[in-house]
Structure formats: C-alpha cells, structure tokens
T-cell receptor, first 112, second 118 residues
Framework: GENVEQHPSTLSVQEGDSAVIKCTYS??????FPWYKQELGKRPQLIID?????GEKKDQRIAVTLNKTAKHFSLHITETQPEDSAVYFC???????????FGAGTRLTVKP | GAVVSQHPSWVICKSGTSVKIECRSL??????MFWYRQFPKQSLMLMAT?????????EQGVEKDKFLINHASLTLSTLTVTSAHPEDSSFYIC??????????????FGPGTRLTVL
C-alpha cells in the first residue's frame, strides 16, 4: 500500500519568513495531492491541492510543487503569519479512488 | 459549498456502552464517506469507507463488529462504537467526497467527535 512520509515533524519560523514542508510517497498510481491545515481540536481544512498533470500551483502565499518522477511534493508558505501556526498534513490518493493516505503531520509555529 | 457536519461534537460514556456518531453532508450528496480516527498529536488513520446502499469497506486491523457503519442515505453515514472501552477514546472524524467533475477526489471533513470512555 501507499506510504507517505512527511518532514519535518515540527517547524518553527519567525513571522515573515518562509516555511517549506516536504512529503514523499511510494505509490506511482497516486494522482492527487492535497494539503490540509488542522488547528487544535478542529477539523482538517483543505488549503491547496495539486493533480499529477500539474507541476506547481499557487494560491496567494501558499504554493505546492510536485515532482512525480521523484515522488515528492512540497508545501511552501511565504510571508508567514502567527495565524499560520497549525498542524499541516499532506495526503495522496489515486484519482477517483477512496484510498487517501495521510502523512504524519508537521506542527508549524510562527513566532511573532 | 461542500459542508460536512458531525454530531455529537463530544461524548462521554461508560465502558461497555455503545455510542453512535452521525456524519452529514449538508449541501451535496455523497455516495462515499470516510471515517478516520485521530489520537492526540497523531495523523488521521482511515478506519473505513462508507458506501451508500452497500457494506462499508474496513481497513486492515479495524474490527467491523466493533465499529458499525451505516450509510443509509446520500447525506448521512453513522458510526456506532459498540461496547466502548477506554482504549476507544479518540477523536473521530468523518469526511465526504465532493461530487462530480474534476473535484471528485477532494474530501471535506466534518468537525470531529471527541469520544471519552470512562
């Protein structure tokens, strides 16, 4: 089955700096790569996603890059703000498939 | 759009009792819903896939007789934790897949249910 590894497990940055979180996966059939943000005790919120026919996608301060050959994808947050502090999860699934697997999560802390 | 609700948001029960958790898609029909369990400071672990009108598909290691899933309609799936024990205490989160088109693989999560078994 799919194995998703996420690094780092914790990340602390100064407000205004950039943050990068990386995930690797094993299943070449994975076709969909979402990123979720989860605040303490709350539901995971989809913040950005990318599909395998695209190498990069950007939405304001958030961007995701995908390297299908190397089987890794990354989340980039620029100009970080304290409200970006949360746990971020990457996930993968084959297209239109039920089998979504999550990384272990990265606890991001943005210091004011 | 794509709002998923979950009820109750938290529940405390005695060991040996059963607890039912409801997951509803409020503004769309979901033929497929998913149930996850999340322990403190850990990731989401898929427990089972709930299919409307058919039996749920359980992940390896998840006891189907203990975690009963019923997907009776296109907007409602329920998870019943039978004969709950303290080790079942966790945060249970459901999700539903948005319907149709290019976004059919996007999952939207409910707010979660925190179960505490005494």
């Amino acid at each position: 089955g799919e194995n998703v590894e996420q690094h780092p497990s914790t990340l602390s940055v100064q407000e205004g700096d950039s943050a990068v979180i990386k995930c690797t996966y094993s299943d070449s059939a994975s076709n969909y790569f979402p990123w979720y943000k989860q605040e303490l005790g709350k539901r995971p919120q989809l913040i950005i996603d990318i599909r395998s026919n695209v190498g990069e996608k950007k939405d304001q301060r958030i961007a995701v890059t995908l390297n299908k050959t190397a089987k890794h994808f990354s989340l980039h947050i620029t100009e970080t703000q304290p409200e970006d502090s949360a746990v971020y999860f990457c996930a993968t699934s084959p297209y239109n498939n039920n089998d979504m697997r999550f990384g272990a999560g990265t606890r991001l802390t943005v210091k004011p | 759009g794509a709002v998923v609700s979950q009820h109750p948001s938290w529940v405390i029960c005695k060991s040996g009792t059963s607890v039912k958790i409801e997951c509803r898609s409020l503004d769309f029909q979901a033929t497929t819903m998913f149930w996850y369990r999340q322990f403190p400071k850990q990731s989401l672990m898929l427990m089972a896939t709930s299919n409307e009108g058919s039996k749920a598909t359980y992940e390896q290691g998840v006891e189907k007789d203990k975690f009963l899933i019923n997907h009776a309609s296109l907007t409602l799936s329920t998870l019943t934790v039978t004969s709950a024990h303290p080790e079942d205490s966790s945060f249970y989160i459901c999700s539903a897949r948005a319907p149709g088109g290019a976004g059919t693989d996007t999952q939207y999560f409910g707010p979660g249910t925190r179960l505490t078994v005494l």
